[in-house]
């Protein structure tokens, strides 16, 4: 396993961590739902982080991809366009592949990054729900 891959295992091992103390919380309680915000941030920032990290592999694919089309075309003078064209896209295959993971990939995190967005806005409506309801409103 490479330094990248036990980076990523602990940054999912430490959201696994944050999830479960955010879900032990209860959001009834104004402090306790403060406190799950605060995990939230703390999960988003990682989220943001894994979904930066995917979206550069990601692109790095995309430029191997490409290199591996242009270097096979400079390097086969010979053959028909239509015949360079399929050889350079066979050459590139690989990277096409691995470029299509990485979308997936970058296309996880990010989804995951927006509905944890999207779960900070419900818990701040509710915490200003609960401030209301202490103040004696609905």
């Known amino acids: 396993m490479n330094k990248t891959a036990k980076q990523e295992d602990a940054k999912i091992a430490k959201l696994t961590e944050l999830y479960k103390k ?58 028909t366009t239509k015949d360079k064209e399929m050889q350079a896209e066979m050459a590139a295959a690989e990277w096409r592949r691995k470029e299509a993971e990485y979308e997936a990939e970058a296309l996880r995190w990010k989804a995951a990054y927006i509905a944890t967005q ?21």
């Open 22 to 79: 955010a879900a032990s919380l209860n959001e009834e309680l104004p402090k306790e739902l403060m406190d799950k915000l605060s995990i939230y941030g703390q999960i988003l920032e990682i989220l943001g982080g894994m979904w930066a990290a995917a979206t550069k592999d990601w692109k790095l694919a995309e430029a191997k991809r490409r290199e591996a089309i242009a270097t096979h075309y400079s390097l086969n003078p010979e053959g």
């Open 118 to 138: 999207e779960q900070i806005q419900i818990l701040k409506k509710k915490y200003e729900h609960l401030k209301e309801v202490a103040k004696g409103g609905i």
